[in-house]
């Protein structure tokens, strides 16, 4: 079982340009949420899929969207990027049924210069 | 906001148990502890949850005081593996579940 994998590592991007970054969960899972951790601070929650719809959002403007895929896959988007998007992104899967413990893939590293 | 207090950081010599606190005055009756660790530059790894009663896994144990509105995380023989950061979170056990991280605790393990 390879977990939870993400796509690409890295990424450098300039300002106003638009970025997708890639989650494939854990195999058996189908809920994913994308989380951005800034230098030095905790992971904050963007939002979450379940069953290809978004079902809850943190306080994260329209600029960043998302998609999940039949296969449980997920996708986000950023448009428009700024230089504080600048951050580790993390992706998440878990069951919704199933035990309580999310995992978590590596992250991408995106860079706005 | 995240609605958990813990010290910024903390030193465990290694091979002595490590104990960390977390304090969660506000939390609810369908709300769970868990802990989460960050080793630097890795996504956060699951650790231990738990509701009301004391839990243990092959990672961890959890210590859930009575009115709930305190817990320790007792890693009992640190290695230098187990320096990062430790999250404790409260969030409802089932449904969406949003995670709500803090700052955290950044755990030094000393030789």
């Known amino acids: 079982d390879a977990g939870v994998t993400q796509s690409p590592t890295h990424l450098i991007k300039t300002r106003g340009q638009q970025v997708t970054l890639r989650c494939s969960p854990k195999s058996g899972h189908d809920t994913v949420s994308w989380y951005q951790q800034a230098l030095g601070q905790g992971p904050q929650f963007i939002f979450q899929y379940y069953e290809e719809e978004e079902r809850q959002r943190g306080n994260f403007p329209d600029r960043f969207s998302g998609h999940q895929f039949p296969n449980y896959s997920s996708e986000l988007n950023v448009n428009a990027l700024l230089l504080g998007d600048s951050a580790l992104y993390l992706c998440?899967?878990?069951?919704?049924?199933?035990?309580?413990?999310?995992?978590f893939g590596p992250g991408t590293r995106l860079t706005v210069l | 906001d995240a609605k958990t207090t813990q010290p910024t950081s903390m030193d465990c010599a290694e091979g002595r148990a490590a104990n960390l606190p977390c304090n969660h005055s506000t939390i609810s009756g369908n709300e769970y502890v868990y802990w989460y660790r960050q080793i630097h530059s890795q996504g956060p790894q699951y650790i231990i949850h738990?509701?009301?009663n004391n839990e243990t896994n092959e990672m961890a144990s959890l210590i859930i005081t009575e009115d709930r509105k305190s817990s320790t995380l007792i890693l009992p023989h640190a290695t230098l593996r187990d320096t990062a950061v430790y999250y404790c979170i409260v969030s409802e056990g089932k449904g969406a579940q949003k995670l709500v991280f803090g700052q955290g605790t950044r755990l030094t393990i000393n030789p």
């Open positions: 738990g509701l009301k």
């Open positions: 998440a899967s878990r069951q919704l049924a199933g035990a309580n413990e999310q995992f």
